[in-house]
């Protein structure tokens, strides 16, 4: 299986600062990644799909980058709402996810 | 609007069987697969396999293929996922999830259902 390792496992910034998250793979995915948040009690909503195609409905402060093993996501101002898990996921070969990059209000 | 709803909290017994319902409503039921996955308390995603309505063989994980089941009812737009021979570490959230694209789908997922919580205990 192709292994996701995400960092850093928590982030800790205040609303209005710019979060970069990472996403590496244990081996090429080409640009067959995506991004989901996840808030306490509530199923995954897709942020980004195909490494930088924003789903429907997200905003413009998401922003995905990265090819190959190498990914990113950035949320470029962040509101209240943004605070939560972090998953990215590939499916190039089967599907795997990470493990998850915790953003906390500092 | 696409809703995905799936049944009730199950509490099961080591060794036992569960069955999971997802039902789907808003979109054309055969023209997307249903994915399923499951998170452990705490833990992250693990995708379990996804299902064709319109027909065809089901496609598992391999960690899953021999004790899990896919099956779907176009009459009632209803996938169930079927578990056997459960274990304490199957102890978990299962999800359902629509493919964002039309068959044959991307393996991306943009609606979900609630999560079902599975607890295996004796």
């Not at chain 1, 390792?5 to 609303?15: A, E, F």
């Not at chain 1, 306490?40 to 942020?47: E, M, S, T």
């Not at chain 1, 409905?57 to 998401?62: D, E, L």
């Not at chain 1, 962040?78 to 590939?90: G, I, N, T, W």
Request: charged fraction near 20%; aromatic fraction near 10%.
């Amino acid at each position: 299986d192709i292994v996701l390792t995400q960092s850093p496992v928590t982030l800790s910034l205040s609303p209005g600062e710019r979060a970069t998250l990472s996403c590496r793979a244990s081996q090429s995915v080409r640009r067959y990644l995506a991004w989901y948040q996840q808030k306490a009690g509530q199923a995954p909503r897709l942020l980004i799909y195909d490494a930088s195609t924003r789903a429907t409905g997200i905003p413009a402060r998401f922003s995905g980058s990265g090819s190959g093993t190498d990914f990113t996501l950035t949320i470029s101002s962040l509101e209240p709402e943004d605070f939560a898990v972090y998953y990215c996921q590939q499916r190039d070969t089967s599907i795997t996810f990470g493990q998850g990059t915790r953003l906390e209000i500092k | 609007q696409v809703q995905l709803v799936q049944s009730g909290a199950e509490v099961k017994k080591p060794g036992a069987s569960v069955k999971v319902s997802c039902k789907a409503s808003g979109y054309s039921f055969t023209s997307y697969y249903v994915h399923w996955f499951r998170q452990a308390p705490g833990e992250g995603l693990e995708w379990m396999g996804q299902i064709n309505p319109s027909g065809g063989s089901p496609n598992y994980a391999q960690k899953f293929r021999g004790r899990v089941a896919l099956t779907a009812e176009t009459s009632t737009s209803t996938v169930y996922m079927e578990v056997n021979g459960l274990r304490s570490e199957d102890t978990a959230i299962y999800l359902c999830a629509r493919d964002v694209g039309v068959v044959p789908g991307r393996d991306y997922f943009d609606h979900w259902g609630q999560g079902t919580l599975v607890t295996v205990s004796s």
